[in-house]
C-alpha cells in the first residue's frame, strides 16, 4: 500500500512537470528510470510503476528499446497557433460530453452523500476560485479542477472519485487553454472563467439544499454552457 502511495505520488510530480512547468514537452524523451529514482529518491520500481500511471493516462508512452516519451497524442492540441485550432475544440468538446454522462449522474450521489467537512470545502474552493478570476490561469483552472474533484470525493463512490480526479484529459485540457491564453486569445478563456463563477456556486447551493434534480440541473447547464463557450 505504501508502495502505491509512492507510485502515486512520483506520477503527480512526473505530471506537474509535463502540464505545469513545462519540463518535459509532447515528444520529449524522459530521464532513464535510474536518473529518475535519483532524482526522486526512490525506488527504481517505484518509479516504473509510476510512469504505468501516466502511461495508462496517456500522458507517457513506452518505446521498446528505446525510452519513454511524453506522450504527442494526448497534447496534440498544443499547436503554436495563437487561437484553438478546430480539432482541438473537438476534443475539448468531446471531453465536456463524456462529462456530462459522468457528473450529472455523479452529482446526485454527492447530494445525498455530502457531509458537513464536504461542503465547507468545497466552499473554500469557490471562494479561492472566484480570488483567482484575476490571477494566472494555470493557478485558476487548477483550483476549477479541484472543485470537481471535490464533488466526486463527496459522492461517497471510489471508483467515479478515481476516475474523475485521475482523468488525464484535465490536464490536457487545462494545458492546451493556458498555452493558447498565453499567446494572446482570451475569448474562451474569459467565457469559461465567467462560467465557473456563476454556475458553481449554483452548483453547491443545490447541494446544500439536498435538491438532487437542481443539482444535476445545474451541473449539466454548466458543461453545456463550457461546450457553447467553444463556439467563437
Known amino acids: 500500500m505504501a ?6 505520488k512520483i506520477a503527480n510530480e512526473l505530471r506537474q512537470m509535463i502540464v505545469t512547468e513545462k519540463k518535459y514537452l509532447p515528444g520529449d524523451k524522459l530521464p532513464n528510470e535510474r536518473t529518475l529514482a535519483l532524482m526522486f529518491n526512490v525506488s527504481r520500481p517505484a518509479v516504473r ?3 504505468k500511471y501516466l502511461v495508462a493516462e496517456g500522458f507517457l508512452e513506452i518505446r521498446r528499446g528505446v525510452g519513454t516519451f ?5 497534447l496534440f492540441g498544443t499547436s503554436d497557433s495563437s487561437k484553438f485550432s478546430e480539432r482541438q475544440k473537438k476534443v475539448l468538446n468531446d471531453w465536456y460530453e463524456a462529462r456530462k454522462i459522468w457528473e450529472v449522474g455523479a452529482i446526485r450521489l454527492a447530494v445525498r452523500n455530502a457531509t458537513k467537512e464536504d461542503i465547507i470545502n468545497l466552499e473554500k474552493i469557490v471562494i479561492k476560485t472566484n480570488d483567482l478570476i484575476e490571477d494566472n490561469d494555470m493557478s485558476f483552472f487548477k483550483m476549477d479542477f479541484e472543485f470537481h474533484r471535490a464533488l466526486a470525493a463527496a459522492t461517497g463512490n471510489e471508483i467515479i472519485e478515481r476516475y474523475i480526479s485521475k482523468m488525464g484529459e484535465w ?3 487545462y494545458f492546451s487553454m493556458t498555452k493558447t491564453s498565453a499567446k494572446g486569445d482570451e475569448v474562451i478563456i474569459s467565457r469559461m472563467k465567467k462560467n465557473s463563477l456563476e454556475n458553481h456556486m449554483k452548483i453547491l447551493q443545490f447541494i446544500r439544499d439536498k435538491d438532487e434534480e437542481g443539482a444535476m440541473l445545474a451541473m449539466r447547464y454548466h458543461l453545456l454552457c463550457a461546450q457553447k463557450d467553444l463556439e467563437v
Not at 70 to 74: A, P, T, W
Open 3 to 8: 508502495e502505491e502511495s509512492l507510485s502515486s
Open 49 to 51: 510503476e509510476g510512469i
Open 70 to 74: 511524453v506522450s504527442e497524442e494526448m
Open 171 to 173: 490536464q490536457w485540457a
